[in-house]
């Protein structure tokens, strides 16, 4: 059963930066997207941000919520597989556990989630 890694949260203070990483446990096939989620106490998981794979025509792309466009950035290793998100500029309401997502909709189709990270961002 394939597991997705997380690493990089913690505790930082407002306007500081975290650096979270997701990556597969074993070699899998290449995602079509990946996203970043975030589960806050007492509120339902919401999408942060997602990044797409281009095609030979297109572009991949990313999307943000506005909560943390220009703040947050999403990339990815795509040899590894591996997902990242850049937070700068901090706020305490960024405080929640982060969950990572990769999903495949072309055969072998899969989706995966990770164990998710906790943030906490203390004013």
């Known amino acids: 059963q394939v597991q997705l890694v997380e690493s990089g949260g913690g505790l930082v203070q407002a306007g500081g930066s975290l650096r979270l990483s997701c990556a597969p446990s074993e070699s899998i096939s290449s995602p079509n997207a990946m996203g970043w989620y975030r589960q806050a106490p007492g509120k339902q998981r919401e999408l942060v941000a997602t990044i797409t794979t281009g095609t030979i025509i297109t572009f991949g792309s990313t999307n943000y919520a506005d909560s943390v466009r220009g703040r947050f950035t999403i990339s990815r290793d795509n040899a590894k597989n591996t997902l990242y998100l850049q937070m700068n500029s901090l706020k305490t309401e960024d405080t929640a556990v982060y969950y990572c997502?990769?999903?495949?909709?072309?055969?072998?189709?899969?989706?995966?989630w990770g164990q998710g990270t906790q943030v906490t961002v203390s004013s």
């Open positions: 997502n990769l999903k495949r909709t072309t055969r072998p189709t899969y989706e995966y």
